[in-house]
Antibody
Framework: EVQLVQSGAEVKKPGESLRISCQGS????????ISWVRQMPGKGLEWMGT????????KYSPSFQGHVTLSNDKSISTAYLQWSSLKASDTAIYYC???????????????WGQGTLVTVSS | EIVLTQSPGTLSLSPGERATLSCRAS???????LGWYQQKPGQAPRLLIY????????IRATGIPDRFSGSGSGTDFTLTISRLEPEDFAVYYC?????????FGGGTKVEIK
């Protein structure tokens, strides 16, 4: 069974750094790109960027480029989303999701993690 | 960037009725690379339709019910729920994945009338 399991909720202060994780199982992690999607409180879905776990190649939305970093460790089937300096406006639920077709980012998102709530408040 | 506009913002219907949701793109979506997702409160989104009209397999290969159907091409796409079941009341998002950056529509909430 394909599963994406994300790390738990985080509470941080503005300016702090953070890395959240998404561990895949039940499939070959290197074969499918992983995207990250933000959902701010009461709002819609925003695509942040995607990573190819086979070689860590990334593509970012211009809206998020430079503010977050995507990475992965394929030895433990885990993708990461990282901030070096959080802002209050980063408060949101963050989802990881798998692209459904092999070796392409141009595919729908068929499996989703459960979401990680990040709260940034002083 | 391709902007997706969903309408209406809210659809108030009764169980058993037909729901028609629209998604319009600011420019043509490559190869009908458009998907529809359902999201219920407190849950992650779920893929319903990909390639504009193909029903997804769903988790544990249970499949998406055939009351959900997608259609359209170019800049105009539609999700139709033929007869609403109680579990279908949720928010629905379209997404294009043919051109980077990938983009989502703002969502349509289907609520019980």
């Amino acid at each position: 069974e394909v599963q994406l399991v994300q790390s738990g909720a985080e509470v941080k202060k503005p300016g702090e750094s953070l890395r959240i994780s998404c561990q895949g199982s039940g499939y070959s992690i290197s074969d499918y790109w992983i995207s990250w999607v933000r959902q701010m409180p009461g709002k819609g879905l925003e695509w942040m960027g995607t990573i190819d776990p086979s070689d860590s190649f990334t593509k970012y939305s211009p809206s998020f480029q430079g503010h977050v970093t995507l990475s992965n460790d394929k030895s433990i089937s885990t993708a990461y989303l990282q901030w070096s300096s959080l802002k209050a406006s980063d408060t949101a639920i963050y989802y990881c999701a798998r692209h459904k077709d092999i070796n392409t980012w141009s595919a729908a998102l068929d499996y989703w993690g459960q979401g990680t709530l990040v709260t940034v408040s002083s | 960037e391709i902007v997706l506009t969903q309408s209406p913002g809210t659809l108030s219907l009764s169980p058993g009725e037909r729901a028609t949701l629209s998604c319009r793109a600011s420019q043509s979506v490559i190869s009908s690379d458009l998907g529809w997702y359902q999201q219920k409160p407190g849950q992650a989104p779920r893929l319903l339709i990909y390639g504009a009209s193909s029903r997804a397999t769903g988790i544990r290969a249970t499949g998406i019910p055939d009351r959900f159907s997608g259609s359209g091409s170019g800049t105009d796409f539609t999700l139709t729920i033929s007869r609403l079941e109680p579990e279908d009341f949720a928010v629905y998002y379209c997404q294009q994945y043919g051109t980077s950056p990938l983009t989502f529509g703002g969502g349509t909430k289907v609520e019980i009338k």
